[in-house]
Every structure is written in structure tokens, then in C-alpha cells.
Nanobody
Framework: QLVESGGREVRTGDSLRLSCVAS????????MGWFRQAAGKEREFVAWISTISTTTYADFVEGRFTISRDNTKNTLYLQMNSLEPEDTAMYYC????????????????WGQGTQVTVSS
């Protein structure tokens, strides 16, 4: 089970840190990812982290977001800085099972999401 938290309404330029707590699975054995889905749009890749904390990001992140993990706490994080209204979306964490990190089909377990709203 994956449970996200930390989403809320913020203003342009603010920062937020999202968390995703994993239970019932060997968290440190899997790569993990963050995705987001804005209203009326498809779910899109945001960031990925390997078991040894190698990371990759979507182009739109442009150095503003940082994915990290704490295996001692079974927790995945997404630090988001310089937020923009375009970042408004439901954010999901997911367990990477196999395949390319950018593809939804590569993930086999998803959280329920946490809403981030950025107002101008």
C-alpha cells in the first residue's frame, strides 16, 4: 500500500514536500516514481528514483523538483520548489516494476494521490 500526503493549496513561487509511505511491500527493493494528473489531462511522469537513489526527471521539472527516499522510514519524497500554476495536479507515487521509468505501464502499485493546487 502506498499513501501520499503533503498536498495543499499554495501560491506561485512557494515550495511543498510530498511524502509517500509504503507498507506491505519491500520498499528498499524497488525503484519508485512520482506522476501527476491535471484535470482533464493524462497522467504524466514527474520523477523516478532507483534503489540506490539514482534519479531522473521529466523535462518540465527543470531543476525545481527533487525526488528522494528514506528506506529506514519506507518513505518516498518529492520536494517541489518554485511552484507554478501549471504544477496544479493530483500527485501520485508508484512502485516501479519493470520497463522504462517514463511509462505508466512500468508501475504496478499506486497510491490514491494528493492534490497540489498552485494559485497565482
Amino acid at each position: 500500500q502506498l499513501v501520499e500526503s503533503g498536498g495543499r493549496e499554495v501560491r506561485t513561487g512557494d515550495s511543498l514536500r510530498l511524502s509517500c509511505v509504503a507498507s506491505g511491500l519491500p520498499f528498499d527493493s524497488y525503484s519508485m516514481g512520482w506522476f501527476r494528473q491535471a484535470a482533464g489531462k493524462e497522467r504524466e511522469f514527474v520523477a523516478w528514483i532507483s534503489t540506490i537513489s539514482t534519479t531522473t526527471y521529466a523535462d518540465f521539472v527543470e531543476g525545481r523538483f527533487t525526488i528522494s527516499r528514506d528506506n529506514t522510514k519506507n518513505t518516498l519524497y518529492l520536494q517541489m520548489n518554485s511552484l507554478e500554476p501549471e504544477d496544479t495536479a493530483m500527485y501520485y507515487c508508484a512502485r516501479h516494476f519493470q520497463g522504462g521509468a517514463f511509462y505508466l505501464s512500468s508501475y504496478d502499485s499506486w497510491g490514491q494521490g494528493t492534490q497540489v493546487t498552485v494559485s497565482s
